[in-house]
C-alpha cells in the first residue's frame, strides 16, 4: 500500500487536485480519506457552541481515530469512514464503507501537524497558493457550496483561519516531498503525482 498525504491551507485546492489526479485512476485501486470526516464528534454541543469551534486548530482534530483507520487499512482491514457536514458543524452519524486499496490519498489542512499521522505517509505533498488567492475561493465555495455568508466568512478568516494557517499549517510545509504551486490549475504536476501511482499500481 501507498499511502500518499496531501496538505495545504484552506482553498489552496487540496480537494481539486486530489479530484485531478484519481480521474482517470481505476477507481477500486485508489481511495481517498479526508481530514474533514474526522473533525471531533460535537454532538453533546448546540449548533451556536459548534460555530464558535476553532476547526483551524489541531486539536478539533480527532487524530485518534484517523490514526486507528489508517492503521487499520494498512492492515488490509475496511473502514467506516464518518462523513461530516459543514452546514451543521458535525458528523452526521452515517459513513462511508472504505475497503483498503493498493494506494491510499489521505487530504487535509492539518494532516502534516501530527507527528505520528505525518509517519504513515510514503509520500508528503504541500500544495501551495497565496493567501489572498485563497481567501477569495474560500469566499465563493463556503457560500456557494457550505452555507456561509461573506460575515461568517470573514470573521473566521481574521479570527482563526489567518493565525491558524500561519502557526501550525504553513510551517508544515517543511515536511513536504513535493510542494505543488497551485495559484494557477497545475496539470503538469498532477500528471507528475498521477505516473508516481501508476507505477505503483503496475
Ligand atoms: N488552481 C485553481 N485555480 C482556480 N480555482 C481553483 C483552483 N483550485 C481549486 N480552485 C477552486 O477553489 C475552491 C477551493 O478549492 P478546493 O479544492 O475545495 O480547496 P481545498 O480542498 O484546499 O480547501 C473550489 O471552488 C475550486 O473549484
Ligand atoms: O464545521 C466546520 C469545519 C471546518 N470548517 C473549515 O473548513 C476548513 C477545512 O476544509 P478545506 O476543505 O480544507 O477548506 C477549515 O479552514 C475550517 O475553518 C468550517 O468552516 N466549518
New binding site residues.
Partial sequence: MLIIGIA?G???????VVNQIIEELPDKEVSVISQDSYYNDLSHLSFEERGKINFDHPKAIDFKLLGEHLTQLRAGKSIQQPVYSFASHNRTGQTVHTPPSKVMIVEGILILTHPEIREMFDIKIF?HADSDERLI??L??DINERGRDIDEVLYRYQTTLKPMHDQFIEPTKEHADIIIP?N??NTVAVDIVRTIIIEKLL
Avoid at 484552506?10 to 481539486?16: A, L, R
Fill in positions: 495545504g484552506t482553498g489552496c485546492g487540496k480537494t481539486t500544495v475561493r474560500r465563493k465555495r497551485n494557477k490549475y
